[in-house]
C-alpha cells in the first residue's frame, strides 16, 4: 500500500499536470475530492487515514466528469513519471 508522502507527490504530479492545461480550475476540482485538502489556495493535503487507491480513483475521475478521456491520458502521463518508483499494483486501475 502507498505510503501518504507517496500518495502526497502522485496527486501534486496529477494537478501539476492538470493545471498546465486548464489553468486553476485544476485546484478546484481536487479540492472537491474527499481527502484532497487546498491550504493557501495553492498547497495540496491528502488526509491521513484514506484509502489511497480510492482517493486517486476519485481525483482521475474528477477530472474525468469535465474532460472526459482526455483528462484521464493526462494523469497517466503524469504518473509515468512515477513509474519506476511506484508499483503499478500500487495503482488503481484508471492510471494503470
Known amino acids: ?8 507527490n502522485i496527486v501534486n504530479i496529477i494537478i501539476d499536470h492538470q493545471r498546465a492545461i486548464i489553468g486553476p480550475l485544476a485546484l478546484e476540482q481536487a479540492s472537491r475530492v474527499p481527502g484532497v485538502k487546498i ?14 487507491q480510492s482517493l486517486l ?10 474532460f472526459g478521456l482526455a483528462s ?3 494523469c497517466k502521463d503524469a504518473v509515468k513519471e512515477l513509474k519506476p518508483t511506484v508499483s503499478a499494483n500500487d495503482l488503481p486501475e484508471i492510471l494503470r
Open 57 to 66: 480513483n476519485q481525483l482521475v475521475k474528477q477530472y474525468e466528469t469535465l
Open 1 to 8: 500500500m502507498l505510503q501518504i508522502p507517496v500518495v502526497q
Open 39 to 52: 491550504a493557501g489556495g495553492e498547497h495540496v493535503e491528502v488526509e491521513a487515514g484514506i484509502n489511497p
Open 72 to 74: 484521464v491520458e493526462v
